[in-house]
Structure formats: C-alpha cells, structure tokens
C-alpha cells in the first residue's frame, strides 16, 4: 500500500510504501515528483499486492484534490493525466535519431509510462544539430548556437534554466554590435552604419509583414524585394553617405542570408515572416548548448539508446513487417519490428534519402512536401590565436560587401558575413559562411581555409601583418551524411501548409489504419522551423499521439 502526506507550507512530499509488512519512507521534493507510481513502484511489488495497491497522490497544478478515506480492498490510483493505464500494454516504439526531437520524444513517452521504445542514432553522440566542444578558452558550438526566445513558452529556455545552465546577466545576442568594414580595408563611420542598420531592420520587418498580410499579389524573392527596397532608401541618405550606406546593408543582406542558409534568390519574401520570433532576446548556454539535453537523457531508461545504428530501409507495408506493424532495418543487420516509428530524420536527409529508405514509398503529397521546403547550410569556421590582435569585447567584424561583389560570387570567401569574438574567450574568433561556398569550404584542406580567412580579414581591416591562426576547428553539415545541411527555410515553392504536411504521419488521419509513420523535426513546425525549441515541440508532438493512440486503443493499434 502506498499513502501520501503532503503539506501546503511545505515543498516536500512524504511517501510511505507499506510492502510485505514493511514499511519504507521516501521524502520527494514537489517539484521533481512526476506521480507516476506505478511505474516507479510496480516493479517492487507482485502481482498480488498489485491488485492491493491505493494510490492516492496530488500534483497541485494538474491535479484535483481527493479527500477521505477509501474502503479496504478498493482501488484507486490517480495518475498523471497524459499516462496510459497501468494496466494497459505498451506499444513498441522506435525512435530514429537522438537529436532535441527524439530525445524530447522518448522523455515524454517515458513520463507517460512507455518504457517500450529504443532509440536509434547514427553517430556516436547525441544532441544532432546541437554540438558542443572546447577550443583553446572557449565553448564553441559547432551547430546550434542560440536560445532564440528567452522566455517561459520556450521550452528549452525552461530547460535550461531547471539545470541552472544560465548565468545571469544572460549572455543575449546583440546584432547590432560590430564594425562594419569594406573589402578597401576602411571602417564605415558608426553614425552612418547606426542609420543604415535601423534602415535595413525596417526592410527586413516590412519583408515579414507581406506574410502577415497576405493577399493575392507575390512579391517574389526575398533578394529581389530587399534589393529594391535598399535602392529606394539609399535617396534618402545624404549623397556622400549612400556609398558607405549600401555597403553596411548589402553586408546585412548577407548576414540573413547566413541565417537563411540559402543564396536570397531562393527564399520566398512572401513567407520570410511565417517565422514567429519570440520574445527574450537569444541566450547563449555559457559552458554549452549540450548541456540541455542533460535533463533529458537522465529522465530515459537505461540503454534505450543505441549509438552508431543508422538506419538502411524502413518496411511500412502490409505484409513486410512480420509480427510487428513496421520492421526497421539498420545498416548493421538488425532487424527491429514496432508498432510505430517516430522519424526525426534531418529536412536533408529525407531529401537525399526518401526514395530508398521507405518500402512502400511515402505518398506523393509528402514526398511533394519534401522537395519543396528548402533546406539550408550555415557553417562555422572557429579560428584560435596566441596572442589576441583585438581588444577584448571589441573583436566583432561585420563585412560590409557591396552589391557587385556579391552578385559575382567568384571565391568562396564572399560567402563569409562575419568573423566574430567568441563570448568569454579572449584567443577565438569564429567566422560564419553560408550557402554554396559554405558547402565548398568543407571540401577544402584545412591550410586553405586558414588561408583565405586571414587573406580576408587582412583585406577588409587593411592591415596586412595580421597573425594566421594557431589552431582552426570548422563545421561540415552538408558532407556529413547523417545531416546534409544545417536547417531549414522557407523557398520560394514553399508554403506552410507543406510544413504542415511533413509532420502528418502516415497512414494519414483520414486513412482507416492508424498511424505508422510519424514525422518530427524543426522542419515539421511551422512558425519554428529552423529553431532548437521547434524540434523540441515537434518530438513532444509526436510522443503525445502515441500516447493518445494507446489510450484510445488501450494498447498496440489493432
């Protein structure tokens, strides 16, 4: 028998587990208790003081209060409100990738009371997209970077704040801080560049609004609808200005397009503001982005992730999964069979991979969904040097390119927008490339990379003595083949209801057999794609219609 005590002056909750004549006290805070008893206890007990079991527990915040005394011999256990039965029997789930989706996927599952499942991951870590080291002084992030929102309706900003991963003052992004330079090696006058930011940032809300808007009228590119709205602003700058001028916002044009992950001739300006930025500011996670995924995997049972398991063909049709409803076929072998998969699969890798991994092939209207997302490449460049050439907090460089030099991509330097200080590092710079010649650089030998940025920034800060570097660690998302690119964004063939598309799982809801396959990923959330906190919903998302699936079938689909 199981008895509860609590007190509401109190953060603390006694348990006191009466088992075989024995009596066992367990003192729990509030906060951490998850009032899933029978999965905690269960396995204590036999299946004769199973049938004895009362459990009368209270979670103040999304419970009611049961009072008064129940007849010996009754039963009663008030659960979480998302939990399956206890005794209903757990469906198989296979979870492929162990990025913030699937690892957010398998959490929830596990709070809900399904054990059941593995985790599939191809490389030898987890996190995905999110990639922490150590160069020199610095924490750097390979991939993610940024907490984009720091607020309460972020679920990863709440993450890591339960961890005690933020410091305060909170290290928020400020894109305004920098300075411009151009390729002639000369700094553009701050008074000139302070208005020609502000002036882009109007252009860039006002691309955003066209969404908002809506309407029948396509406005084209966003290359095409910047482009223009920055010539007809450049008449209102002063005539000696408007040189210096251009250059600060076509080196911003660059800069989204960093953020993008494409050349701007490819995203769509009419949906550019389908992206819902939340409130806070970015935070960065001081000793590492990494460190999110701790409450996470620490919540899972043991070894239910399996590393270095990628995946070869996934058999989905009648007939082709044996006694299971979908059999998954790893690169080793092994054969898995499962009732449902969640698939977290990068945007790219369904886009290189989809025609071969599924047996029977996806529908058209996903596959349709597939091709015509975009899907971008952002890399990093992480340069360490012995002595600092720059003062401390003062070591941002934008590049201020002009509209000619960008439109004449010859070297693939110019996809560089910026190289900047690395925050709490005093020997690192990190330099951000995007697009075609991000993809070029990852095919470099690491002497010419180092080469051409310090040929660069000798160019745009005139200064031709600049050291190389001592040491250079760089990312490379689209050679990497478990990724093939960094994020996705919104093309010109896009719309959100193709965002929408991706995340319905197969068979669809309108199909008379439940669902197999479920599609989860920043790509699947429309308003979010491309966001941490967005493939962190999506896991959720998927892990919530399992749940609702073993509730409404009380157990495996039939």
Not at 47 to 73: D, I, M, Q
Not at 256 to 264: E, F, H, S, V
Not at 273 to 297: D, H, K, N, Q, T
Not at 322 to 348: F, M, P
Request: aromatic share 8%; net charge neutral; hydrophobic share 35%.
């Amino acid at each position: 028998m199981i008895c509860q005590k609590f007190s509401k002056f109190s953060s603390d909750i006694l348990f006191f587990i009466y088992l075989n004549g024995c009596e066992i006290v367990i003192k729990m805070k509030l906060s951490r208790v998850k009032l899933i008893i029978w999965q905690t206890f269960s396995r204590l007990l036999s299946e004769s003081n199973k049938k004895r079991l009362v459990c009368n527990a209270v979670n103040t915040s999304s419970y009611r209060l049961y009072s008064g005394s129940v007849a010996p011999g009754q039963e009663q256990c008030i659960l979480d409100s998302c939990s399956i039965s206890p005794t209903c029997q757990e469906p198989r789930v296979i979870i492929v990738g162990a990025g913030m989706a699937g690892l957010s996927a398998a959490h929830r599952l596990t709070q809900c009371g399904i054990r059941n499942f593995v985790v599939l991951e191809a490389n030898e870590r987890p996190g995905g997209r999110i990639h922490s080291c150590w160069l020199g002084d610095a924490v750097i992030e390979m991939g993610a970077e940024w907490i984009s929102g720091a607020c309460l309706p972020n679920s990863v900003y709440t993450l890591a704040s339960q961890d005690r991963l933020l410091q305060t003052p909170l290290q928020r992004l400020d894109s305004s801080r920098g300075l411009f330079c151009t390729s002639e090696g000369r700094a553009v006058d701050l008074p000139v560049t302070i208005t020609a930011y502000h002036t882009f940032r109007q252009i860039e809300q006002q691309a955003a609004n066209l969404f908002r808007l809506g309407g029948e009228r396509q406005h084209g590119t966003l290359l095409n609808f910047i482009g223009l709205r920055i010539q007809q602003e450049l008449h209102n700058f002063p005539e000696d200005q408007r040189y210096d001028a251009a250059r600060v916002m076509f080196g911003l044009t660059n800069i989204l397009r960093n953020k993008c992950g494409d050349d701007l001739s490819l995203v769509s300006a009419d949906q550019y503001g389908s992206y819902i930025e939340l409130p806070g500011g970015s935070v960065r996670v001081p000793l590492g982005y990494v460190g999110v995924l701790a409450p996470l995997l620490r919540g899972l049972p043991d070894n239910c992730i399996r590393y270095s398991k990628p995946v070869n063909v996934i058999r989905w049709g009648t007939g082709q999964a044996g006694n299971g409803r979908v059999l998954v076929k790893c690169c080793d072998g092994e054969e898995i069979v499962a009732d449902y998969v969640i698939l977290t699969l990068s945007l790219g890798c369904l886009k290189c991979q989809a025609d071969k991994l599924f047996a029977p092939p996806l529908p058209v209207c996903k596959l349709d969904a597939i091709c015509n997302l975009g899907y971008g490449l952002s890399n990093k460049v992480f340069l360490e040097y012995g002595e600092p050439f720059w003062v401390c907090h003062e070591g941002n460089l934008k590049l201020a390119w002009s509209a000619e030099e960008l439109q004449c991509r010859s070297d693939w330097t110019q996809g560089v927008c910026s190289i900047d200080e690395m925050p709490g590092s005093k020997h690192v710079l990190c330099a951000s490339i995007s697009g075609q010649e991000a993809a070029l650089m990852e095919s470099m030998a690491d002497n010419d990379v180092a080469e051409g940025l310090t040929m660069l920034l000798r160019r745009f800060t005139g200064n031709p003595c600049l050291p190389y570097p001592q040491m250079m660690l760089r990312s490379k998302w689209a050679s990497d083949p478990h990724f093939c690119g960094s994020h996705s964004y919104m093309s010109c063939c896009s719309t959100v209801s193709q965002q929408c598309e991706l995340g319905t799982p197969v068979p669809g809801p309108c199909d008379p057999q439940p669902p197999i396959l479920l599609f989860a990923g920043e790509a699947t959330v429309p308003g979010y794609f491309g966001t941490v906190h967005g493939a962190r919903l999506s896991g959720i998302r998927e892990a919530e219609r399992i749940i609702q699936l073993t509730k409404k079938f009380e157990g495996p689909p039939r």
